[in-house]
């Protein structure tokens, strides 16, 4: 089983529509939740992060985190095209300098 | 803030041959750099961590006589693909983690360099 999984799609939805995206993750020590955004052939950037369990909401998005399930979510609503792009979730243990272990990402298209 | 560059954005070099790739923190200092590649349509896969003026702490699997890692100073980083080979061509990325004021986990990444090797 892999640390963290993630369907990678690709998904498909039109403009407007509600978007959810998540990840499941084997190791309970996990602490820290982010999701990021990658457009084609360019870096990852950080749109989230949510410390332990609970909800967190900016402007379209909102991450959720439920650590007795190891399962988090991001949902975007009023998807737009320009949200088309991979969304990697990644978490990191409770100990400030561990290293981020990352979701394979799911490609997200939105169709206009 | 927290920009991150890396250059080239794009080579292409012959089998064999040596190929350096520098990663910078343009406005922040990077006590923490981190080198990724990334295969066609795959995540992530963490190569090696540097720390400013130390050795790299490479992850298991990846040679470090093969990829050399240089964090001479808080806003450089160096990887060179020593004797590169086909099997080389990827997508590599690095990011930064350093005193930015915002969140502690916080990695900035910069933008890849996409490696061919003919």
């Known amino acids: 089983q892999k640390e963290v999984e993630q369907d990678p799609g690709p998904l498909s939805v039109p403009e407007g529509a509600i978007v959810s995206l998540n990840c499941t993750y084997s190791?309970?020590?996990?602490?820290?939740f982010m999701w990021y955004r990658q457009y084609s052939r360019k870096g990852p950037e950080l749109l989230m992060y949510?410390?332990?369990?609970g909800n967190k909401e900016d402007g379209r998005f909102t991450a959720q985190v439920d650590k007795s399930s190891k399962y988090i979510s991001l949902f975007i609503r009023d998807s737009q095209p320009s949200d088309s792009a991979t969304y990697l979730c990644a978490m990191a243990l409770s100990n400030y300098g561990q290293n981020f272990v990352f979701g394979p990402g799911t490609r997200l298209s939105v169709l206009p | 803030g927290a920009v991150v560059s890396q250059h080239p954005s794009w080579v292409i070099c012959k089998s064999g041959t040596s190929v350096k790739i520098e990663c910078r923190s343009l406005d922040f200092q990077a006590t923490t750099m981190f080198w990724y590649r990334q295969f066609p349509k795959q995540s992530l896969m963490l190569m090696a961590t540097?720390?400013?003026?130390?050795?790299?702490?490479?992850e298991q699997g990846v040679e470090k006589d093969k990829f050399l890692i240089n964090h001479a100073s808080l806003t450089l980083s160096t990887l060179t693909v020593t004797s590169a080979h086909p099997e080389d061509s990827s997508f590599y990325i690095c990011?930064?983690?350093?005193?930015?004021?915002?969140?502690?986990?916080?990695?900035?990444f910069g933008p890849g360099t996409r490696l061919t090797v003919t």
């Open positions: 190791n309970s020590a996990f602490q820290y």
């Open positions: 949510t410390y332990s369990s």
């Open positions: 540097s720390n400013e003026g130390s050795k790299a702490t490479y």
């Open positions: 990011s930064a983690r350093g005193t930015t004021g915002g969140f502690s986990y916080e990695q900035y």
